[in-house]
């Protein structure tokens, strides 16, 4: 179990009540004390450091701060850190297996579907979310799946495609993606 540490950036604890959460991030347990009003998206960026997940909007428009709690896409400008509590968290961090972008991550890059990339970690926690439920979603499909998340420079086209051939190359089933859930 790792414990969380205060950083220089974190809220005044003297100043609101506190809580203790235990979550499972990427397979890890961690536990710590947060602010009751801290969001789950500061949480991951300036307590566990895990600045993959971007934040822009913080009122749940733009998806840029999606990650996957127990399973689901969730925009973690929306919930709490303390709702964390006992729930296992996937962020844009467990996709890459060391220093070798994973199978989706390939899928953007050889497709070019990322410019600035600010919108490329919400994506692809979304297209992973959705590769959860099994199968192979269609164009429409996968479109009906993004639209939270909105990118400003790639007209979305390259992105649809990219996630599209992910789940070509994917088992039937999903179990892959099943299997590799935290
Ligand atoms: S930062 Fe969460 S939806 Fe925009
Ligand atoms: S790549 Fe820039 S916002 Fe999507």
Redesign the pocket.
């Known amino acids: 179990m790792t414990a969380v540490h205060d950083s220089p950036g974190s809220l005044d604890q003297d100043a609101e009540p506190t809580a203790v959460v235990t979550v499972s991030v990427n397979g890890a347990e961690v536990t710590g004390r947060v602010p009751v009003r801290m969001h789950a998206?500061d949480f991951l960026r300036q307590r566990l450091g895990l600045t993959g997940t971007h934040?822009?909007?913080?009122?749940?428009?733009?998806?840029?701060?999606t990650v996957i709690v127990d399973g689901e896409a969730v925009?973690?400008?929306?919930m709490l850190a303390c709702q964390l509590d006992g729930r296992a968290v996937r962020t844009v961090e467990s996709l890459a297996e060391g220093d070798r972008l994973g199978p989706l991550q390939e899928a953007f890059a050889a497709r070019g579907a990322l410019q600035c990339g600010f919108c490329t970690p919400g994506l692809l926690m979304t297209a992973t979310a959705l590769a959860y439920q099994g199968g192979r979603p269609d164009r429409e499909a996968v479109r009906e799946e993004i639209a939270g998340v909105l990118c400003r420079c790639t007209g979305y086209e390259p992105i649809v495609t990219a996630i599209e051939e992910y789940f070509a190359g994917l088992p039937e089933t999903g179990e892959e993606e099943e299997n590799a859930r935290t």
Do not use: N, R, T, Y
């Open positions: 998206a934040v822009g909007c913080e009122q749940g428009v733009c998806g840029m701060c925009k973690s400008c929306l």
